[in-house]
């Protein structure tokens, strides 16, 4: 919701949080923190949050979409 606002500081607060924590550790989470440091102008760690998301594991069709989203956005990205 942060994000859609344009409310990047913010969002990038809550999602750097949720990260830390183990059950954080989701492509999902790592995605639209990439996109949070895109937004942000911070190319390197965008790249850096969304392989860190590629290099888990996925285990569901909604997780698997979600990689090859991600894969798109790194490829265009680098």
Not at 15 to 40: C, F, N, R, S
Not at 41 to 63: F, M, P, Q
Request: glycine letters at 6%.
């Amino acid at each position: 919701m942060l994000f859609k606002l344009k409310n990047y500081p913010d969002a990038k607060k809550y999602l750097l949080e949720a990260v830390k924590d183990k059950e954080g550790q989701h492509i999902e989470i790592l995605d639209h923190l990439g996109d949070v440091y895109m937004a942000l102008g911070d190319k390197a760690e965008a790249v850096n949050s969304w392989k860190k998301g590629l290099a888990l594991e996925t285990k569901s069709k909604r997780e698997k979409e979600r990689k090859s989203q991600v894969e798109k956005k790194l490829k265009a990205n680098q």
